[in-house]
């Protein structure tokens, strides 16, 4: 096992963990799936107020937002139950992928992403539930001084009861805030918490209120020394990448002359088209920045283009995207990677305890399943696990027969 310093200069293993099929592939399934359901109920909504599919596009592309727009009540209700979805597939994708990059730091180097997948999928009801709890609780303040609010409007008894409980209520105030500060920090760490200590939802409450209390500094200055890391990572691994595609245009326009340069011109007005606020995203960056990780300036097509170079530019275009989002995932996994290190670390400084020692449930049951299947069948039987133990001893007593009664004279 790899040493840990258990401070933050671990931190800076996040871009290494991070630089992985494995994670960028869970990354990548998670993310897309949640994207898919983002994109259908964003255009949906949009739909349902009377907006074409062609004003949609021009105006958003791959990137819809419904605040954008004006919309009524019921389409924006249908946004936010697509937001919600998407946000509770990120968090499933989130604890697989802090599960696995637990695993590295385990030095279980044949974990696969496929375990990974199935142990969120079992801890999906812990995953949202923490999240909904919290909600709940917030939701339960929020209530209770609009109710108090409104007992404030009766006369006389209304005014006096408000200034007699001024204090009860400012410091009830003052816990809804921690509450909602820890709700902020659960977010990022609940995956996490769950794929490295195996809590359920509200394990990961109360370990998102334990850090967020006993360590909050450390958490500013860990999450910040992150988000640092993320943005240089991220900026180098989206430059390296766009170097390589130049130097791959540069290379075969040698033996393809302009075809590969009308190619790449349609390509890249296609991703105009795809994606027209990116654009202007990457224009607001300091000095620069933004050629060096996005398009220089927008691009228009050729019109005297055969059908197939047309096709071809297409389809090159649909491969840049796809490239536009592996750096998009690699962040994500990043910063995955990067919460899960900082919360190992947060758990060794408080509870003198390292996550990385100690024993796994699920690789017990792997262990255990493994001796039971290469053990002959009378050691078998031993080597079971109690449940199943208990199962089989259950099962052999109903199939004992009983004792007739003795006879009687």
């Not at 592939?25 to 349902?48: K, P, R």
């Not at 909602?180 to 659960?186: G, S, T």
């Not at 609940?190 to 939802?201: R, Y």
């Not at 947060?346 to 053990?375: H, I, M, T």
Request: hydrophobic residues 50%; glycine residues 8%.
């Amino acid at each position: 096992m790899k040493a840990y310093q258990f401070n933050y200069k671990d931190i800076f293993r996040a871009p290494r963990l991070a630089f992985s099929i494995q994670r960028i592939w869970i990354n990548g399934i998670g993310f897309l799936i949640g994207y898919l359901i983002y994109f259908a109920f964003t255009y949906f909504s949009a739909i349902f107020a009377g907006y074409n599919c062609a004003y949609i596009w021009s105006k958003f592309g791959l990137l819809p937002c419904s605040f954008a727009i004006s919309l009524p009540w019921t389409s924006m209700v249908i946004y936010f139950l697509g937001l919600a979805l998407f946000g509770a597939v990120i968090l499933l994708t989130n604890t697989a992928v802090s599960r696995a990059v637990y695993m590295t730091m385990r030095d279980e180097l044949f974990y696969t992403w496929t375990q990974a997948y199935k142990f969120a999928y079992k801890k999906w009801i812990s995953s949202v539930g923490a999240m909904l709890t919290f909600i709940f609780i917030i939701a339960f303040f929020v209530i209770a001084a609009l109710i108090m609010g409104l007992i404030g409007r009766i006369p006389f008894v209304g005014e006096l009861g408000t200034v007699l409980l001024t204090i009860p209520y400012i410091f009830a105030a003052l816990l809804l805030f921690f509450i909602i500060v820890a709700f902020l920090v659960a977010i990022f760490f609940v995956p996490a918490i769950i794929a490295t200590s195996d809590e359920d939802a509200l394990g990961g409450v109360f370990q998102s209120f334990s850090i967020t209390y006993n360590q909050p500094w450390r958490i500013v200055i860990y999450v910040t020394l992150l988000s640092i890391i993320y943005g240089v990572g991220v900026f180098i691994f989206a430059a390296i990448l766009k170097v390589s595609y130049n130097l791959f245009i540069s290379l075969f326009s040698i033996g393809m002359g302009d075809k590969i340069l009308q190619l790449q011109q349609k390509a890249l007005y296609i991703v105009d088209q795809a994606l027209p606020t990116v654009y202007g995203w990457a224009s607001m960056l300091p000095g620069n920045l933004g050629k060096w990780i996005y398009l220089t300036s927008q691009h228009p097509t050729f019109s005297d283009m055969s059908g197939v170079m047309v096709i071809s530019g297409y389809i090159f275009g649909i491969f840049l995207l796809f490239l536009g989002g592996v750096v998009v995932i690699y962040g994500e996994a990043l910063f995955n990677s990067g919460i899960t290190i900082i919360y190992v670390t947060l758990y060794k400084l408080q509870e003198k305890e390292s996550l990385l020692e100690r024993e796994d449930e699920e690789l017990k049951e792997e262990e255990e399943e493994e001796e039971v299947g290469s053990a002959p069948p009378e050691e078998a039987e031993e080597l079971a696990p109690p449940e199943a133990e208990k199962k089989t001893r259950k099962s052999t007593a109903k199939r004992r027969p009983r004792k007739s009664p003795p006879k009687e004279g």
